[in-house]
Each structure stands twice: as C-alpha cells, then as structure tokens.
C-alpha cells in the first residue's frame, strides 16, 4: 500500500506547479489550466487521506469540489471568450484596466 | 389596514409600480407618484382627525416582532409630536411631487428614490423601536446620494482661504462633491448614532429596543450618560445642522434638485432634531440636563452664525440654505430650554421651518428655471413678470423673519419664551439677534430679486407660475398663514406630548396646576 | 346686532375683504371694482363702529377672548376683543380716516394700471383688518401681533412703486427700523410674562400695582413705541416713508398706523406709570423728538417731508404727554390730530395731483387755481397751529398743561408750537400765496369731487372735533373732563400767531426770496444737510452688519468647511498613495494571495 506522504507529496508537487503556471503566465487559458491543476492537487489530498483514515467524507467531498471546478471552468472560459471578444487578444498582462 | 402602516407604505407601494412601469409613461409616472404621497397625506390628516387629543399619550400602537430573540420588533404608534411631523411630511412630500413635475431626465428614477426616501422619514417618525428607527432613519438618508449626484447642479467656485492649496482636487461646487459630502458627513453621524443606540440597547439588558419598554427597566448611570447623549446629539445633529457640522448643508442643498432641496431642508433636517428629543433627551433625562448648557450655547451659535453667513451669501440657494442653518438653531435652542413653551416651540418650528423652507425651495426652483440664474446680484424687477412668485416668496420671508401671523412667529415666539424661562435667560438673545438679522437679509433679497428697475434685455421670457407649478407653493403659502393665525391647529396635540415627555426629563410633571381649559 | 358680533365683524370683514380683492384674480385684475368693494367695506366698519362707539357711551363693555396658543394644557396667548371705553374712539378714528382716504385713493391713483391698483386696496384692506385687531386688543401678545402686521402694510404700500429703488429702499428701512424696534417690544413681552404670567389688560393693571415693573422692562416696550411712532432715534423710517403714494402717507404715517405707539401708551397707561423713571424718560424722549422734527421740518422744502416731519414732532407731543400722566391729552391729541393731519396730508396730495411736483419752491400762487383745496389746507394749517376754534387748539392745550409742571419741558414744549406753526404758515403761503414759480404750478388743476369730498368731511371734524374735549374724556375715564382758558393755552397761542406771522413775513409775497432759508434758521439747515442721524444708521448697517456678515461668512466657507474639506483631502490623498499597490494584473493579486498565505504560515509556525 503506498503511504499516504506520498500522496501529499503528489499533491504538493501539483500545488506548486499551478501555482508557478498561475503566477508566471500571460495567457488566460494557460492560467486556467494552471488553477485546475492547484484544485485537483487538494482534491488528491481530499481523497487519500480520507482514504487513509477510512473516511468516506474525503471522496465525497472531493466529488463535490469537482463538481464546483467544473462550474468554476464554465465561469473562466465565459470570462477568456469575452475577453478575446472584446480585445482580441488573451494576455492576462493587458487585462490591467482595473488598476487604481 | 393600520393607518401608520398605510402612510408610511403608500410611498413605497408606489415607488414600486412606477418601477414596473413602461420607460415613457410621463404622465402615469407623476399620476402614481402623486397619488401615493396624497395617501400619505390623506393618511396623516386621518390619524390627525383619529387620535384622542384629550388622552394624549401614544395611540394606535402596533406592534410586530421582527427579531425576537434581540428584541427587534416593528412597533409603530403617534403621539403628539408625531402628528404634526407626520402632516408636515405629508404636505412637503405632496408639494414636492408637484415640483418635480418638470424632471426630465431619468424622471422614473427620480421619483422612485424620492418617494422611497419619504417612506422612510415617514417610518422614522412613528417608530417605537430603535433599531427599525435606525434602519428607516438610513432609507431616508442614503437615497439623498444619488439623488443629488445625477440630478443635482452644478456650480463652480473659486476656491480661497487658508487652506485653498490643499483643496484644489476637491471639485468643490460639483454635484458629486455636495453628494459626497453630505453622505459622508450624515453617514459619520449615523456611526455615533448607532453607536448611541446600542448603548441603550445594552443599558436595558439587552432584550428590546423598543424606546417604550427599554423605558422601564433601562440602568444607565449617569456617568454612562454623559457619553451617550453628546455621541446621540451629534449624531442627530449632524442631520439638524449643527454647528460646525452644518456645512454639508448650503452645498447639498445648493446641488439638489428642487423637490430634493424641498424634502432635506423641509423634512430631513427635522429627523436629525426630532432625533436629539425623543431618544437623546427624552431617554437620557440626566444626559441631558447636564449638557443642556452645551447644546444651548451651540444652538445659539447656530442662530446668529447661520443668519450671518446667510447675509454674506450671493446664491439665493445658499442663502435659503443657510438660513435653515439657522433656523434649526431655533429648535435646538428650544430643546435645550428643557421647558414646555420652548419644546412646544422646538416642535413648532420644525414644522413651521419645514413648510417654510419647502416653499422657499419650491420658489427658488421656479425663479432658476424660468431666470437661469441664481445669483441675486443680477436679478431685479422680477415682481413685473412674476407678481405671484413674488407675494409666496415674500409671504414666505415674513415667516422666516417672524412675523406674527406667519407660523414662523408662533414658533420663534414660544422658543424665546422657552429660553427666558429656563435656566439660561440669557439665550433669548441671541434668538432675537438671529430674528432681527434674519429680517435685514430676507427684504434685501427680497428687494434685490423683486423690487427695483427690470434689468431689460438681460432676461427672456420671464413669467410667472404656470399649472401645475402654482399647486406646491400656493399649498405651503396657505399652511403658513393658517397655521399663523390657527397655531392650536397643532399646538395642541404638541403640547399634549411636551408635557408627558418633559415631565421624564425633569423628573416632575410639568403640567399645569389647576383644571386644564379644553380649547 | 349683538356688540360681540359686531366687533368681529369690524375686525374680520376688512380682512374678508383683503382676501377677496386679493385672491380672486377677476376682481384683482379689475383695481376700480377692488377699490369700490374695499371702500364699501370700510364704510360698513365705519358705520359699526359709530353703532359701537354709541354702545360704549352707554357704557357697555365687551371683553371675549379665545385661546391662542396652549402651553401646559392651560392658555398661553389669548386672542381677544374688546370694547371700552378707550378702544371705541380709536375704532372710529381708523374706519374713518380709512373710508376717506380710500375714496379719495380712487380717484387720486385713477391713473395707476388696473392691476397695481388691486394690490393697493388689498393692502389697504389688510391694513384696516391689522389696525382693528390691534385696536380690540384685549392683552399685549395680541397687541403685539397686529402691531407687527400694521408695520407689514405700511412696508407693502410704501413699496407700493416698487420699482423705484427709492421706495425699495424706504419700504425696507421702515421694516427694519420697526423690526429693531419690535425685537425689543418682544423682549419686554417675554419679560412681562416671566414676571407677571399674564398679557392681559385689566390682569396686568391689577399686577403692576403690587409688583411695579422694573424701568428696564418699561423701557424696552416703549422702544417698540419709539420705532413705530417715530420718537428720536428710531424716526430715520418716517420721512423715508412718503414714498408711498400720499393717501397712504395720510392714513398710515399720518393719522394712524404711527399714533398706535401712542394707543399703545394710552391703553397699557397704569404699566408705564408704575415706573415713575421710566415715565419720565418718555417724556423728555418725548419732548425732544418734537423740538428736534420741528426745526427738522422747518428747513424741508418738500411739502410731504415737512409734514412728515411735523406728525413726528405732534407724536412727540403725544408721547411727552403720556410721559407726563396727561394720558387724556395724548388720546385726545391723537384723535384731532388723525383729523387735520389726514386732511393736510390729502389736501397736500390735492395739490402734487395738480402741479405734479413735491417741491414748495415749485409751487406758489395755488390759490387762484384751487380755491377749495387753499381754504381746506388752511383749516388744516390753523388747526396744527393751535388757533382758537379749531380743534387742535384744544387737544394741544391740555397736552401743554400737562407739561406745567416740569419747566424745562413745558418750554419746549411751547416753543414746539411756535415753530409748529411757523412751519406750517410757511408751506401754506409758499404753496397758494404769491406767484406760480413752475409750469405745474401755473397749470395747477382743482381736484374732483372723489378727492374733495373726504377732505370737506375731515375739514369740518378738524374743526368741530375740539369741543368735543369732555365728552371724550367722559367716555374714556381717563381724566376729569375741564378746559379752560390758563397762560399756557395764551402763551401757546401768542407763539403759534408770533409763527404764522414770521412765516408770512419771511416767505410771504412780499419777501424778497420767499423760498430761501431765513439766517436764523440756516445752523438748523447745515445740521439736516449733514443727516447725523441717518449716517449713524447707515454706517451701522454697512459697516457693522454687512462687515460681520462678510467675516462670519469667510471664516464658514474658508475655515469651518475648510476643516471639512481638509477630512476630504486627506481621504483623497491617503487613497492616491495607496493606489499604485493596485496594478490590476491578476498575476500580481496572486502572487500577494502568496506571500500573504506564506506569512501567515510562518507566523503560525513561529509564533503557534
């Protein structure tokens, strides 16, 4: 059986990823990505330490969050086609309208 | 229906069937909005013709719990004080619909907020429970923002002083600048009234907030009092116009439309003094006889101050404005007393100010759509074309300088009476100054806009009120002679409730001895 | 009819009337029609008030009062009418200076537009309501209220050519002038009240006799009396005032409207004499406005400014009376005065009607042209100076007998009548003596009818009205009733035709000059010219009241607010500096998401 440090570890590595692809690229869709990678790499850990603790909660909720990153997706994807229709392009950088 | 339930939800019934309205229906617009306030008014005459003036005290009570584990609860009834203001509401609200007939702009907008605004003075007015108080007192506060920052005016002025380098980015004049201004200043003062209010909440044990019950097992020692009630008395001064905090007032009713300017100065201001009565001081009696000297002195500070700055001023606006910023030095100043003339004359003259300053704003409108301009220096000769504007302005002026027959005498009169007789005698004075300052600088505008040579050329098409622009003002000019010549009209039922609550704050009844004469 | 309906009605049919001439757009528009109803309402009030007066002679009294404003559940104010004695003359006096004047305004402002003229007899009617009101008055609040509303008029109807800046000007000096005045007439009510917790007459006359008032108090009402009946300092507004068109000049700062300070004096007689300080001060104020307007108007060439001047000086005379317990005199000097001065005044609006000028030097030889107008000025002119026969001989008699006793005083007093009627000489024959000096005056015109009838009626009570002494003081149970020939009535009447001979010598037809100001008069003449007074006033307003206000006025804007604004500009300023953390690239909220989290984490490793 694999130790449950394993899958953290997984987890963590995924984490940092996504978030090295969240704060270094330009491209929206790249960023999207990035933050589905940080999700899924909690939704690992939901799983297996409610595995590891013979808790069926963990996978329920993981389930559950799944289902949100979906909505979560249909959200951002609305946003980029948006953007790409009003700007024509999707870098992130030129987004900055907002600013104070 | 219960009828204080009625008056106060007419508006808001209305407000929203013109928001389901189409885009362009004018005329409907207007019909509902009218409509509403007249049921309001209606409303406010019925409970008028209903309450028990002989029993006196809190009628057609209602009460439905909201919240009732924090003691929150929708409790409404009238008492004497509240008759009057509720009438007062009803007739400037009415008359402002009226001179709103000109809107064009978002017209359907305009009065959505205006009459959700008056839903809630007329909520605040009638409320028993604080918490329901506070909240109406907000609704009727915060639409002022919006309602002055897209209809509002604006005026640019030159910038000077001491301090002028520091506020050049300000935009002062700008209609968002005044929006912004009296918001904020108003919304400080909410924080110190909520703050004020909470401490009574607490002080009764935290289980109502009902001002009637919180009455009878309410601790406050009087340390604690000498806290809350100046954090009350500014709060709600801020609202009345009170000294140093007044100055969001000349430029926001500068900036606002005509039924705005109608509605802030002739019924706003009133919550912010009915406000310092009946939960500063009738609430806190210690507080407030120990900070009676305190309010006193500001008040006539306010008087003298506001008459002043009026006189120095050049915008008819501003001058109306200030003038209102000393008038409601008048009511502060009778509060203060702490006597029965001077509290029956502090009630007075909110409503004698209000209908006053109602018509004042009315006329001011009329005068700027028809001149375009507000600047008094350039106007004269105006009674030629406008022989109607003229008489309501100056019918309007006497009141404002006190003479008997107008409302505003019987007011003034029982204040100074009120201050004679308090501790303070010398308070009179300053009440009188401001009275005889007022005189010198209503018949120089009123010279100045009216009498004397007509300008020619410089004016086209003048004229005077046409319509429906004649309803509003000739409304207010009958109610200030009427209630000249008829002050029991109201006084009665003032009084009634001045005793009652004058009697908690001194600690002893203050009714006469004897057998009370029936009117 | 009942004595009580009746006097509601004198009261409230001229304000009935006020509102339909003036809120009825037809009959507003139509200013003969306004006019014709506003005349045939003071006619009717006249009529009552004769029936009233008749009443009170039987010695009735009505006294109804209904609560005015509650303080404590019990009355505060009352409003009140009443019928006595004192109240019924004056009822009379008012209707029926006001009948006159209103038909002879008919016909001397038929030139006026139709729709001025509505406004005129609104205001006129207004005025009659304000004037019986105050008459009825049953205590000082209500007294108080009317006397306001009467200052209200006189403001409308001296504005009344409200495009005239002058009268502009002089409508508002009037109204602030009586507001200063009135403010202190408010503080005297107030202290009454703390004191005595009463207004009403009868009430308070009972009070004052265990508890005398204090001199302060006493003082402070009679500045109310000072600015309405032009007493020195506060007379500057009279003069101003004959900008208004002459017949209101003849009803309200003639015959009327000014005397009411004198009413006043006379029906709250027993307040002021409880103080006898006071009343002494009243006296001397009073004796020195006469001097001082008399030889004010022997330098006026205007004929309106020099009887203007000549009602403050009279008024003066009232006033000194009461100050020295004659409150009979005054009364009765106050009704034969409202007579001839009414008449003097109309009879002078006769002649401006005619030559279309004020100015006495203007004028000269009427007397050809307007014969009638020459003889009823006359009467006037023989009545003010005190000639035997005509009534003021005998109302200013009993004034100068009341002021025996104190000498100084009562030399003035006569040298007051000496003047009075060197002045009054004097305008008569520079007017209608002599030849015309003017192309008006050569093209002068008698009047009509409308305008000559009121003044035949005011002639003959100018005449009659002096025998009527006892009879007056019967109804008034002021004083006992008495005349009788004394040295001050033969020295009065030496100096009044010592007056009328100077003013036929120095300015009669055979005078070289007969416009030019005599040399013993010309230090008189330099001091008017410099207008102490009226600069003093001036000075006061611009100076003082304009200057605060442009202070107070700054320091709000730039001081107060300032502070305000300064919150603002902080906020502003605080917000400008924090606003380049805000880049609005998503990235970098991400990466402070980050540090955030890690910090915090590394708080809670460290610090947990």
């Given at each position: 059986?694999?130790?449950?440090?394993?899958?953290?570890?997984?987890?963590?590595?995924?984490?940092?990823?996504?978030?090295?692809?969240?704060?270094?690229?330009?491209?929206?869709?790249?960023?999207?990505?990035?933050?589905?990678?940080?999700?899924?790499?909690?939704?690992?850990?939901?799983?297996?330490?409610?595995?590891?603790?013979?808790?069926?909660?963990?996978?329920?909720?993981?389930?559950?969050?799944?289902?949100?990153?979906?909505?979560?997706?249909?959200?951002?994807?609305?946003?980029?086609?948006?953007?790409?229709?009003?700007?024509?392009?999707?870098?992130?950088?030129?987004?900055?309208?907002?600013?104070? | 229906?219960?009828?204080?339930?009625?008056?106060?939800?007419?508006?808001?019934i209305a407000a929203m069937v013109i928001i389901a309205l189409p885009d362009r229906a004018r005329a409907?617009?207007?019909?509902?909005?009218?409509?509403?306030?007249?049921?309001?008014?209606?409303?406010?005459?019925?409970?008028?013709?209903?309450?028990?003036?002989?029993?006196?005290?809190?009628?057609?009570?209602?009460?439905?719990?909201?919240?009732?584990?924090?003691?929150?609860?929708?409790?409404?009834?009238?008492?004497?004080?509240?008759?009057?203001?509720?009438?007062?509401?009803?007739?400037?609200?009415f008359a402002g619909c009226w001179a709103s007939w000109t809107v064009k702009d978002r017209d359907r907008?305009?009065?959505?907020?205006?009459?959700?605004?008056?839903?809630?003075?007329?909520?605040?007015?009638?409320?028993?429970?604080?918490?329901?108080?506070?909240?109406?007192?907000?609704?009727?506060?915060?639409?002022?923002?919006?309602?002055?920052?897209?209809?509002?005016?604006?005026?640019?002025?030159?910038?000077?002083?001491?301090?002028?380098?520091?506020?050049?980015?300000?935009?002062?004049?700008?209609?968002?600048?005044?929006?912004?201004?009296?918001?904020?200043?108003?919304?400080?003062?909410?924080?110190?009234?909520?703050?004020?209010?909470?401490?009574?909440?607490?002080?009764?044990?935290?289980?109502?907030?009902?001002?009637?019950?919180?009455?009878?097992?309410?601790?406050?020692?009087?340390?604690?009092?000498?806290?809350?009630?100046?954090?009350?008395?500014?709060?709600?001064?801020?609202?009345?116009?009170?000294?140093?905090?007044?100055?969001?007032?000349?430029?926001?009713?500068?900036?606002?439309?005509?039924?705005?300017?109608?509605?802030?100065?002739?019924?706003?201001?009133?919550?912010?003094?009915?406000?310092?009565?009946?939960?500063?001081?009738?609430?806190?009696?210690?507080?407030?006889?120990?900070?009676?000297?305190?309010?006193?002195?500001?008040?006539?500070?306010?008087?003298?101050?506001?008459?002043?700055?009026?006189?120095?001023?050049?915008?008819?606006?501003?001058?109306?404005?200030?003038?209102?910023?000393?008038?409601?030095?008048?009511?502060?100043?009778?509060?203060?007393?702490?006597?029965?003339?001077?509290?029956?004359?502090?009630?007075?003259?909110?409503?004698?100010?209000?209908?006053?300053?109602?018509?004042?704003?009315?006329?001011?409108?009329?005068?700027?759509?028809?001149?375009?301009?507000?600047?008094?220096?350039?106007?004269?000769?105006?009674?030629?074309?406008?022989?109607?504007?003229?008489?309501?302005?100056?019918?309007?002026?006497?009141?404002?300088?006190?003479?008997?027959?107008?409302?505003?005498?019987?007011?003034?009169?029982?204040?100074?009476?009120?201050?004679?007789?308090?501790?303070?005698?010398?308070?009179?004075?300053?009440?009188?100054?401001?009275?005889?300052?007022?005189?010198?600088?209503?018949?120089?505008?009123?010279?100045?806009?009216?009498?004397?040579?007509?300008?020619?050329?410089?004016?086209?098409?003048?004229?005077?009120?046409?319509?429906?622009?004649?309803?509003?003002?000739?409304?207010?000019?009958?109610?200030?002679?009427?209630?000249?010549?008829?002050?029991?009209?109201?006084?009665?039922?003032?009084?009634?409730?001045?005793?009652?609550?004058?009697?908690?704050?001194?600690?002893?009844?203050?009714?006469?001895?004897?057998?009370?004469?029936?009117? | 009819?009942?004595?009580?309906?009746?006097?509601?009605?004198?009261?409230?049919?001229?304000?009935?009337?006020?509102?339909?001439?003036?809120?009825?757009?037809?009959?507003?528009?139509?200013?003969?029609?306004?006019?014709?109803?506003?005349?045939?309402?003071?006619?009717?009030?006249?009529?009552?008030?004769?029936?009233?007066?008749?009443?009170?002679?039987?010695?009735?009294?009505?006294?109804?009062?209904?609560?005015?404003?509650?303080?404590?559940?019990?009355?505060?104010?009352?409003?009140?009418?009443?019928?006595?004695?004192?109240?019924?003359?004056?009822?009379?006096?008012?209707?029926?200076?006001?009948?006159?004047?209103?038909?002879?305004?008919?016909?001397?402002?038929?030139?006026?537009?139709?729709?001025?003229?509505?406004?005129?007899?609104?205001?006129?009617?207004?005025?009659?309501?304000?004037?019986?009101?105050?008459?009825?008055?049953?205590?000082?609040?209500?007294?108080?209220?009317?006397?306001?509303?009467?200052?209200?008029?006189?403001?409308?109807?001296?504005?009344?050519?409200?495009?005239?800046?002058?009268?502009?000007?002089?409508?508002?000096?009037?109204?602030?002038?009586?507001?200063?005045?009135?403010?202190?007439?408010?503080?005297?009510?107030?202290?009454?009240?703390?004191?005595?917790?009463?207004?009403?007459?009868?009430?308070?006359?009972?009070?004052?006799?265990?508890?005398?008032?204090?001199?302060?108090?006493?003082?402070?009402?009679?500045?109310?009396?000072?600015?309405?009946?032009?007493?020195?300092?506060?007379?500057?507004?009279?003069?101003?005032?004959?900008?208004?068109?002459?017949?209101?000049?003849?009803?309200?700062?003639?015959?009327?409207?000014?005397?009411?300070?004198?009413?006043?004096?006379?029906?709250?007689?027993?307040?002021?004499?409880?103080?006898?300080?006071?009343?002494?001060?009243?006296?001397?104020?009073?004796?020195?406005?006469?001097?001082?307007?008399?030889?004010?108007?022997?330098?006026?060439?205007?004929?309106?400014?020099?009887?203007?001047?000549?009602t403050c000086s009279q008024l003066g005379y009232m006033v000194a009376a009461v100050g020295a317990g004659?409150?009979?005199?005054?009364?009765?000097?106050?009704?034969?005065?409202?007579?001839?001065?009414?008449?003097?005044?109309?009879?002078?609006?006769?002649?401006?009607?005619?030559?279309?000028?004020?100015?006495?030097?203007?004028?000269?030889?009427?007397?050809?042209?307007?014969?009638?107008?020459?003889?009823?000025?006359?009467?006037?002119?023989?009545?003010?100076?005190?000639?035997?026969?005509?009534?003021?001989?005998?109302?200013?008699?009993?004034?100068?007998?009341?002021?025996?006793?104190?000498?100084?005083?009562?030399?003035?007093?006569?040298?007051?009548?000496?003047?009075?009627?060197?002045?009054?000489?004097?305008?008569?024959?520079?007017?209608?003596?002599?030849?015309?000096?003017?192309?008006?005056?050569?093209?002068?015109?008698?009047?009509?009818?409308?305008?000559?009838?009121?003044?035949?009626?005011?002639?003959?009570?100018?005449?009659?009205?002096?025998?009527?002494?006892?009879?007056?003081?019967?109804?008034?149970?002021?004083?006992?009733?008495?005349?009788?020939?004394?040295?001050?009535?033969?020295?009065?009447?030496?100096?009044?035709?010592?007056?009328?001979?100077?003013?036929?010598?120095?300015?009669?037809?055979?005078?070289?000059?007969?416009?030019?100001?005599?040399?013993?008069?010309?230090?008189?003449?330099?001091?008017?010219?410099?207008?102490?007074?009226?600069?003093?006033?001036?000075?006061?307003?611009?100076?003082?009241?304009?200057?605060?206000?442009?202070?107070?006025?700054?320091?709000?804007?730039?001081?107060?607010?300032?502070?305000?604004?300064?919150?603002?500009?902080?906020?502003?300023?605080?917000?400008?500096?924090?606003?380049?953390?805000?880049?609005?690239?998503?990235?970098?909220?991400?990466?402070?998401?980050?540090?955030?989290?890690?910090?915090?984490?590394?708080?809670?490793?460290?610090?947990?």
């Amino acid at each position: 059986m694999v130790p449950v440090s394993s899958y953290m570890l997984l987890a963590a590595g995924m984490f940092s990823m996504g978030l090295y692809g969240v704060l270094t690229r330009k491209n929206v869709l790249g960023i999207l990505l990035s933050v589905e990678l940080m999700a899924n790499a909690v939704n690992v850990n939901l799983v297996a330490i409610g595995r590891s603790l013979g808790d069926g909660r963990g996978e329920a909720f993981a389930l559950f969050a799944i289902a949100l990153t979906v909505a979560e997706v249909v959200v951002g994807l609305a946003i980029v086609i948006f953007l790409h229709r009003s700007r024509r392009s999707i870098d992130v950088d030129q987004a900055a309208s907002m600013h104070g | 229906m219960h009828l204080l339930t009625l008056i106060v939800l007419a508006p808001f019934i209305a407000a929203m069937v013109i928001i389901a309205l189409p885009d362009r229906a004018r005329a409907a617009t207007r019909l509902v909005a009218i409509t509403g306030a007249g049921v309001s008014l209606a409303g406010a005459i019925a409970t008028i013709l209903q309450y028990d003036l002989a029993r006196g005290g809190l009628q057609m009570q209602k009460v439905v719990p909201l919240v009732p584990s924090l003691g929150i609860s929708y409790a409404v009834a009238v008492d004497g004080w509240s008759l009057s203001l509720l009438l007062l509401t009803g007739i400037i609200l009415f008359a402002g619909c009226w001179a709103s007939w000109t809107v064009k702009d978002r017209d359907r907008d305009f009065y959505v907020l205006l009459l959700v605004l008056s839903a809630g003075v007329f909520g605040v007015f009638v409320s028993l429970d604080m918490f329901v108080f506070f909240l109406f007192y907000e609704i009727a506060v915060l639409p002022m923002y919006l309602l002055i920052g897209i209809w509002g005016s604006t005026k640019k002025v030159e910038i000077q002083g001491p301090l002028a380098p520091f506020l050049k980015r300000l935009d002062i004049g700008g209609r968002e600048y005044a929006a912004m201004k009296l918001t904020l200043m108003l919304l400080m003062g909410s924080a110190f009234i909520l703050v004020g209010i909470l401490a009574l909440y607490m002080a009764g044990g935290g289980k109502t907030f009902n001002m009637e019950l919180l009455r009878g097992n309410m601790v406050m020692s009087r340390d604690t009092q000498l806290w809350v009630f100046p954090a009350l008395w500014v709060g709600f001064g801020t609202l009345a116009g009170l000294f140093p905090f007044h100055t969001w007032s000349p430029d926001g009713h500068a900036a606002a439309p005509t039924a705005v300017s109608m509605l802030h100065a002739g019924v706003l201001m009133k919550l912010g003094a009915f406000g310092v009565i009946r939960v500063g001081m009738v609430m806190l009696p210690e507080g407030a006889q120990a900070w009676a000297l305190v309010v006193g002195i500001v008040a006539s500070i306010n008087v003298v101050y506001g008459a002043f700055s009026a006189m120095s001023q050049k915008d008819l606006k501003y001058i109306i404005a200030y003038s209102s910023v000393s008038h409601m030095g008048v009511v502060m100043l009778g509060a203060a007393t702490l006597t029965v003339s001077g509290w029956n004359g502090a009630v007075f003259q909110m409503f004698a100010h209000g209908i006053m300053t109602g018509a004042f704003f009315a006329l001011v409108g009329l005068i700027y759509e028809k001149s375009h301009t507000r600047d008094v220096a350039s106007m004269g000769g105006f009674a030629k074309f406008m022989p109607g504007i003229s008489v309501v302005f100056t019918l309007g002026c006497l009141s404002s300088l006190g003479l008997p027959g107008t409302a505003g005498f019987v007011a003034e009169f029982l204040v100074f009476l009120g201050a004679y007789k308090s501790a303070h005698g010398w308070w009179m004075l300053p009440g009188i100054l401001g009275a005889f300052i007022t005189a010198i600088y209503v018949l120089k505008a009123t010279r100045q806009i009216f009498w004397g040579p007509f300008p020619e050329g410089r004016f086209e098409h003048l004229e005077d009120a046409r319509g429906t622009e004649w309803v509003a003002i000739s409304m207010l000019a009958v109610c200030l002679v009427l209630f000249g010549f008829w002050p029991n009209l109201a006084l009665t039922g003032v009084d009634k409730a001045t005793v009652e609550y004058l009697s908690r704050v001194v600690g002893t009844s203050v009714a006469a001895a004897g057998p009370a004469l029936v009117p | 009819m009942k004595s009580q309906a009746l006097l509601l009605l004198v009261v409230v049919l001229p304000a009935l009337c006020a509102g339909v001439t003036g809120l009825i757009p037809y009959v507003r528009r139509r200013g003969m029609l306004a006019g014709t109803l506003s005349s045939l309402t003071v006619l009717a009030t006249l009529v009552m008030s004769l029936v009233l007066l008749g009443r009170a002679n039987g010695g009735e009294k009505v006294i109804v009062n209904v609560q005015w404003m509650p303080e404590a559940g019990k009355t505060l104010a009352e409003f009140g009418l009443r019928l006595d004695g004192i109240s019924a003359p004056m009822l009379v006096v008012v209707s029926l200076v006001a009948a006159m004047v209103q038909i002879y305004s008919l016909s001397y402002l038929h030139e006026e537009p139709s729709e001025s003229l509505g406004r005129y007899f609104t205001w006129h009617s207004l005025f009659v309501f304000s004037m019986q009101a105050l008459v009825v008055s049953t205590n000082l609040m209500q007294l108080f209220g009317a006397w306001e509303l009467v200052g209200l008029c006189s403001y409308l109807l001296i504005g009344y050519w409200w495009a005239k800046p002058s009268a502009g000007k002089a409508a508002v000096k009037a109204f602030w002038v009586n507001k200063f005045g009135d403010a202190a007439f408010l503080i005297a009510i107030i202290l009454f009240h703390a004191q005595y917790k009463t207004w009403d007459i009868d009430a308070l006359e009972n009070q004052v006799r265990v508890t005398p008032p204090g001199a302060l108090v006493v003082l402070l009402l009679f500045m109310g009396v000072m600015s309405k009946s032009a007493q020195f300092p506060l007379h500057v507004w009279l003069p101003d005032a004959m900008e208004g068109p002459t017949p209101v000049s003849a009803l309200l700062h003639a015959a009327t409207m000014v005397a009411a300070g004198v009413y006043l004096l006379v029906r709250f007689f027993p307040v002021f004499a409880a103080n006898a300080d006071a009343l002494t001060v009243i006296m001397y104020i009073g004796i020195f406005t006469a001097l001082f307007a008399a030889l004010t108007a022997t330098v006026q060439t205007d004929v309106k400014k020099v009887l203007a001047y000549s009602t403050c000086s009279q008024l003066g005379y009232m006033v000194a009376a009461v100050g020295a317990g004659g409150k009979l005199a005054a009364y009765f000097h106050l009704t034969t005065h409202a007579f001839f001065k009414a008449l003097l005044f109309l009879a002078a609006g006769s002649i401006i009607h005619g030559v279309h000028s004020n100015e006495l030097p203007a004028m000269g030889g009427l007397w050809k042209k307007m014969k009638l107008t020459t003889v009823l000025f006359g009467i006037g002119v023989l009545a003010i100076a005190g000639i035997p026969g005509f009534s003021g001989f005998f109302s200013k008699d009993l004034v100068l007998e009341q002021l025996e006793h104190h000498t100084v005083v009562w030399v003035v007093g006569l040298l007051t009548a000496g003047l009075t009627a060197y002045y009054m000489g004097k305008a008569f024959v520079l007017a209608f003596a002599g030849e015309a000096r003017s192309d008006g005056a050569a093209h002068a015109h008698e009047s009509g009818l409308l305008m000559t009838g009121p003044m035949v009626l005011l002639a003959v009570l100018a005449v009659v009205a002096g025998f009527f002494a006892n009879p007056f003081a019967r109804l008034t149970h002021l004083a006992e009733p008495g005349f009788h020939l004394t040295t001050t009535g033969i020295l009065a009447l030496v100096l009044a035709l010592g007056g009328l001979g100077a003013a036929w010598l120095f300015h009669g037809p055979r005078a070289k000059d007969p416009a030019a100001v005599p040399g013993f008069l010309a230090p008189v003449d330099a001091l008017v010219k410099a207008g102490l007074v009226d600069r003093f006033y001036e000075w006061s307003y611009r100076v003082v009241m304009l200057g605060l206000a442009k202070i107070i006025g700054w320091v709000d804007r730039y001081l107060v607010d300032g502070v305000m604004n300064l919150f603002g500009w902080v906020a502003l300023e605080g917000g400008a500096a924090l606003r380049v953390v805000q880049t609005g690239r998503a990235p970098d909220y991400v990466f402070a998401v980050v540090v955030g989290l890690v910090a915090l984490m590394a708080w809670g490793y460290v610090g947990g």
